[in-house]
């Protein structure tokens, strides 16, 4: 028999690059929040190709808003 080859894994990460600041992530979150809505009122009208993007974008909005409140509590506690 052949020997098995094994190949290490590389370790999944999608995360992608969140802006620093407050006001970019504010910036970046409306701009979400926009996609979103558009995203579903394409879906109600049966144009939405994909519907997971409905799913991306609403946990995207949620890490937005964990960045949000992790960077104002920063900023607190900083003071």
Known sequence: M?????VAK???TKKTELPKTLEELQQ??????Q??????KSHKQGELVNPHVLTVKRKEIA???T????????A???K
Do not use: Y
Request: charged fraction near 40%; charge should be positive; glycine fraction near 2%.
């Open 76 to 78: 607190k506690e900083g």
């Open 10 to 12: 590389k370790p999944v």
């Open 28 to 33: 970046a979150l409306a701009t979400v929040r």
């Open 2 to 6: 052949a020997d098995k080859k094994t």
């Open 63 to 65: 890490r937005l808003l």
């Open 35 to 40: 996609d979103m809505f558009d995203a579903r």
């Open 67 to 74: 960045a949000i409140k992790a960077s104002e509590l920063a």
